[in-house]
């Protein structure tokens, strides 16, 4: 062949693939009758992409796709069903069509489904309850497959670990178009769970790592106990890295021993950064943490925070009780300095806290803190000392920490002086928080939130402006300046109130997966006597749900012009509950 002529093929293919280009991807046309959806579906997942198939291929694949068709039927029970299939169209405008008659489905007879053995008396061991297992409904493979799936799921997770189905049997009779289920599982003695073995490089006694263990030994095998485990050593914030290994076939009369393998981290962090918000306007943040300290885990850390209106530091020392996880006593010591509005203040803190759960789950704090507070709000100025002991309790139950859908928060804190013992005034101090929230069909959510507070004195001028009830701002009522809601003295000044009433209710409507709308109304002031009048704000916000938690952006309208006029924006971040 000469150069030319080779170039002329050349030239001849190459003219060929830009007229003719790609094949097209060959259609795939299921019609049933009658019309049916579902089996609609699944003939087509079966068979699958039909490819760059021209009218020939289609032909020698259509039998192939009949017999995947059938299969497509038959798991859902339809075995009398007749398939015709044709290709129409030409060249690579072909289709494939399957033509396919139903007929009657298989219907379930008989159904047994049975448990022996030891889970059988475990009530969270559930038998399947679908309705597509009850004698009558149309057969479907997948719910016997299903029912399989979780007794055996079930049997792992509460160590049924000798269990086996001692008969497993589906039985169809196509001409009869009735079929029968006998599903008879024996779960055999239930596993338990042995020691705790602790392993790894740490600096801390074995008797700190048991007392973090949340169950007691030889108990019931349970797989969320073993993750109940590990998340509590991970929340300890003592580990990097743990890793659990409770393996069955190191079981010793059916006692499975737990081996734990511990990597300690670091022992020291340092974090600081930038924030903002609308009541205090920027900020700068830092703590100082110290995870552990010798073998009984004790920490310690350093806070600061500094803002135009505030500036603190302040430090801690925690020493983990029993369960450490959530039992400690915390001795700490703090420096505030604050310039709000129509208030100085500079307060130095020494004090101690003692924190438990209860068994109802309710958290308990027990408190003992002196303050010494040099202030001056208006025109009076005063020296405050004051020892404090005080008592909290809070609870949250709710369906995510950072973002939930449902859930609610109650909080009641009270502390007192007492002029005979080494304070300066006679005083009790209660305040009482809830929240609640509710996601209703299409993601549309209610947020409600109450706060209650009080101050019962013999001598109101002796109250430091710590303790004093200011409202308004980001977390208070929205649309008024960050504690610019207070009683005033003769000369305007606002001076803080003996009592405190906030309340809001906030709609939010989903925007996209992690945008919100939101529209709310604020109502509530702190004030002296049950007479004074309350103040309303009213507004729209925009919700971004970041990995951290809600991001609040809102633009409020006070109502009550004596407070100021047009509108006021508001960020803030933080969780909802």
């Known amino acids: 062949m000469t150069q030319r002529t080779h170039r002329h093929w050349t030239g ?10 790609p094949l097209a991807a060959a259609e795939l046309e299921v019609r049933l009758t009658p019309a049916n959806k579902t089996l609609k579906d699944n003939v087509e997942a079966h068979i699958g992409p039909l490819g760059e198939r021209d009218a020939v291929a289609l032909r020698r694949f259509a039998r192939h796709a009949e017999r995947e068709a059938r299969k497509a039927l038959q798991a859902l029970g339809h075995y009398r069903a007749r398939i015709r299939s044709e290709v129409r169209g030409e060249g690579d405008k072909a289709r494939l069509r ?111 790592l048991q007392r973090m263990v949340p169950f007691g030994r030889d108990i019931p095998y349970d797989s969320d106990r073993i993750a109940e485990l590990n998340q509590a050593l991970l929340s300890s914030n003592y580990f990097s890295d743990v890793r659990i290994d409770a393996s069955p076939e190191q079981a010793e009369d059916r006692r499975i021993p737990l081996r734990v393998a511990l990597q300690a981290r670091k022992p020291r962090t340092l974090g600081v950064g930038l924030g903002f918000s609308t009541d205090v306007g920027p900020r700068l943040r830092g703590s100082w943490t110290r995870h552990w300290r010798g073998e009984g885990g004790h920490r310690l850390g350093a806070d600061f925070e500094f803002s135009a209106p505030r500036q603190n530091l302040s430090t801690w020392y925690e020493i983990p009780l029993d369960p450490p996880l ?70 949250t139950v709710s369906d995510s920490k950072v973002d ?145 938690g809600p991001i609040r952006l809102d633009l409020a309208h006070a109502l009550d012009s004596d407070e100021g006029s047009g509108f006021r924006i508001h960020f803030s971040m933080g969780p909802e509950l």
């Open 12 to 21: 001849l293919l190459l003219a060929s693939c830009l007229v003719c280009g």
């Open 98 to 208: 399957l033509s396919i008659e139903t007929g009657e489905p298989v219907r379930l007879r008989r159904v047994e489904v049975r448990i022996d053995g030891e889970a059988s008396a475990l009530a969270a061991f559930r038998l399947p309850s679908s309705a597509r297992l009850k004698p009558g409904a149309v057969l479907d493979h997948g719910a016997y497959d299903d029912a399989k799936r979780l007794i055996a799921n079930q049997a792992l997770r509460y160590g049924f670990f000798d269990g086996r189905f001692v008969e497993h049997s589906l039985t169809v009779d196509p001409a009869e178009g009735v079929a029968d289920i006998r599903l008879i599982y024996a779960s055999g003695a239930r596993y338990r769970l042995g020691a705790v073995q602790f392993e790894g490089d740490t600096p801390f006694d074995d008797d700190l």
């Open 404 to 548: 939930p859908s449902r859930g609610w928060r109650l909080q009641a804190d009270l502390a007192g002086a007492q002029r005979t013992l080494l304070s300066d005034a006679d005083l009790l101090h209660v305040n009482l928080q809830a929240r609640g929230l509710t996601t209703f069909a299409g993601g549309h959510r209610l947020l409600g939130r109450l706060q209650l507070g009080g101050i019962a004195t013999n001598d109101f001028s002796a109250v430091p402006p710590s303790l004093r009830f200011f409202a308004g701002g980001d977390q208070s009522v929205r649309g008024y300046d960050y504690q610019t809601l207070s009683p005033r003295d003769d000369a305007d000044n606002r001076i803080g109130g003996r009592y405190l009433a906030v309340a809001s209710v906030e709609y939010q409507y989903p925007l996209a997966e992690r945008w919100r709308l939101a529209s709310f109304v604020d109502h509530g002031n702190a004030f002296d006597g049950l007479s004074d009048p309350l103040k309303t704000g009213v507004g729209i916000g925009l919700r971004w749900i970041s990995p951290a």
């Open 326 to 395: 959530s039992d400690s006593l915390r001795f700490t010591t703090g420096y505030q300095q604050e310039d709000l509005v129509d208030t100085e203040s500079r307060r130095l803190t020494l004090g101690s806290q003692w924190q438990s759960l209860l068994a109802s789950d309710w958290l308990r704090v027990v408190s003992l803190r002196w303050e010494q507070e040099n202030y001056r709000v208006g025109e009076d100025e005063g020296n405050s000392s004051l020892l404090l002991p005080g008592i909290g309790f809070s609870r």
